[in-house]
């Protein structure tokens, strides 16, 4: 099992950016879905979460800017982010809590994406 996250990039403060993770491999089902970013310099710290059943929260800092969204379908976490700002310049990285087959069993592992680069210039 994977996360591949991808849609980072260099944006003008006021402008938006659209994240996107998706899971693969041998999966059964997804719970919890996440986005956290690290700034340089900084600890990693959470940006929103989604339920299995779409239930979200949010940190304040981005309350009523970003909006996290997820694909079951898919196995696909998406995080809209608007009106961003040059303190929203950090690694963005996914997180999940995949119930994954192997064999005959399931097992549940909480994953890492490997990080998108979002920067905002003033």
């Known amino acids: 099992v994977q996360l591949q996250a991808s849609g980072g990039g260099l944006v003008q403060a006021g402008g938006s950016l659209r994240l996107s993770c998706a899971a693969s491999?041998?999966?059964?089902?997804?719970?919890?879905m996440a986005w956290y970013r690290q700034a340089p310099g900084k600890e990693r710290e959470l940006v929103a979460t989604i339920t299995s059943g779409g239930g979200t929260n949010y940190a304040d800092f981005v309350k009523g800017r970003h909006t996290i969204s997820r694909d079951n379908a898919r196995n696909t976490v998406y995080l809209q982010m608007n009106s961003l700002q040059p303190e929203d310049t950090a690694v963005y990285y996914c997180n999940a809590d995949i119930q994954y087959i192997n064999g005959d069993q399931i097992y549940g592992m909480n994953y890492w994406g490997k990080g998108t680069l979002v920067t905002v210039s003033s």
């Open positions: 491999g041998s999966i059964s089902s997804i719970k919890d």
